[in-house]
């Protein structure tokens, strides 16, 4: 019995990390250093990266009224197709400023607070299919101050857009490529720039011109931002009763009943655009972020 005691002890011993000569104590365990801390995931800074957009992408992008976007091939390439087909006038209701048109409209991401100062460059490698070179444009919703405060619920479609800018660059004269796309390229200080109604930024105003450079006078943090714009040829948000109307809104109405977008889209067509256009849009470019259709 007394032989099972100290072997059951010294097996206790053991097991606890080793009995000293005497056996009468135990080792230290070896001190294990902790686990180096998890890096910290570092910010987005807008206008970088790598953007790819799919066909469930685009399948929930609000258009207005008969417009179609789809990832198509193109010379063995996946290629945006941006299209508004040829309507009668569609009931007004759809656009804030109440018109009838098609307009094909597609959102890009990843652009909210980039600066116009450091916007660098725009490139667009596009083509027209149907309908002519006309109404292919770019929009960039800008904050003129950029501290985007601004309260869409209690502010008034006039407010938001004294606040919040719409910026137009339209693309021209762009070098064809080997495969047949045009590449359109542009940058703040080219003279290809519109904006829509006033305070002007120093920028031409859209329509009408002529087109300027991205001066921002008064404004030099300006910036890309997501969000209302209430602008008249933009979808309205019809899931509040009261912005749904048959006619154009006054200008009197909730900024909120203009329906949140993206800071930067591509456009095909207007409020009033009734024919078939299609363009494809092969790779987008804008500052250091590269965006392309899969």
Known sequence: MTKFFIASLWALCAALAGCGSGGDSLTTPPVQNPPPPM?????????????????????????????????????????LQISTLATAANPAGRFVGGGTGNKA????????????????????????????????????????????????????????????????????????????????????????????????????????????ALSLTGFPNACIVDGISADGGLPRNTSSPACVTAAGLPTTASA???????????LLGDSNNLTAKTYNVKRVKIKDREIVFR
């Open 256 to 266: 909120s009943c203009g329906l949140a977008h993206k800071g930067a889209l591509i």
């Open 105 to 212: 409209i597609v959102g890009l991401d990843g652009f909210d607070g980039l600066k116009l100062s450091d916007l660098a460059s725009v490139t667009l490698d596009a083509k027209a299919v149907i309908g002519g070179t006309s109404n292919f444009y770019m929009n960039f919703l800008v904050d003129p101050d950029c501290v985007k405060n601004e309260d869409v619920n209690t502010m008034t479609i006039a407010d938001i857009r004294t606040n919040r800018r719409i910026i137009v660059w339209i693309p021209s004269g762009g070098a064809v490529q080997p495969d047949g796309y045009n590449r359109y390229n542009v940058s703040p200080t080219d003279a290809q720039w519109l904006i829509v109604g006033s305070p002007t930024l120093g920028v031409g105003p859209n329509p009408g011109g002529p087109a300027t």
């Open 39 to 79: 890096p910290l995931p570092m910010p987005f800074v807008p206008g970088t990266g790598f953007l790819e957009i799919d066909q469930p992408a685009l399948n929930v992008m609000p258009q207005a009224n008969s417009a179609t976007l789809s990832v198509v091939t193109d010379g063995g390439t996946s290629v």
